[in-house]
């Protein structure tokens, strides 16, 4: 069952995923500005306020989003699936690592020492890997300790929160706003910081991310 978090984590996920604010994304979906604002969530007297279904149908259209997608940006994702999904692993490396050398292959899979491993409640894509959140830089989707899932397989899409490896040892979590054969537009999940271009000669890796245990 889903909870009052889960719904608003839903909400706030697609909006980072879109390069929104909340605000940003209750205007897109022709609702008002302050529909889906933090002060609006409880109540002066305590109790829980749920958007309705009608504005979540709304959002789901005006993102070109599917109903899977915001139940995974819930951060029930376990929750929801079918009592006897799957459970696996997957390899697990700490943020800061990941832009160090001999950890991944020429074609973006995990190799090597040094990984730790993080259940996965599905059978993970081949080659997919977890990376944990480490700082303050990806909030407010991500923060300090969170584990998210990479997929290097995965086709990729605009609007897609991806992460990327630059050859100079970097490691950004981004999302994906253009690409070309020729570079990649990043755009923040934090608006404090600006967009990045870079030149595909400069990537090292990209992955689509696939879950987060938010």
Not at 47 to 58: D, G, I, L, Q
Not at 184 to 199: D, F, G, T
Request: hydrophobic residues 40%; proline residues 6%.
């Amino acid at each position: 069952m889903l909870s009052h978090s889960d719904i608003w984590n839903a909400i706030d996920t697609i909006a980072g995923r879109h390069g929104l604010s909340a605000s940003g994304l209750a205007r897109l979906a022709g609702l008002d500005a302050t529909a889906f604002n933090r002060s609006k969530r409880i109540s002066k007297d305590g109790r829980k306020r749920w958007p309705s279904t009608e504005s979540v149908a709304k959002v789901l259209e005006a993102t070109n989003e599917s109903f899977d997608a915001f139940l995974a940006g819930s951060g029930a994702f376990m929750q929801v699936r079918a009592p006897n999904a799957t459970r696996s692993s997957v390899p697990l490396l700490g943020l800061g690592q990941a832009g160090s050398g001999g950890f991944f292959d020429a074609a973006g899979f995990p190799q090597g020492q040094g990984w730790d491993e993080v259940a996965f409640p599905s059978p993970p894509e081949d080659g997919s890997y977890a990376l944990e959140v480490s700082g303050d830089s990806m909030q407010p989707l991500y923060r300090d300790g969170d584990i998210i899932v990479v997929s290097p397989t995965m086709q990729m899409r605009r609007g897609d929160r991806v992460v990327v490896r630059t050859r100079a040892g970097e490691v950004l979590v981004k999302v994906l706003y253009r690409l070309t054969p020729k570079l990649v537009e990043l755009h923040s999940l934090n608006p404090a910081h600006p967009p990045r271009i870079l030149a595909m000669k400069d990537v090292e890796g990209m992955g689509r991310i696939v879950w987060a245990s938010q």
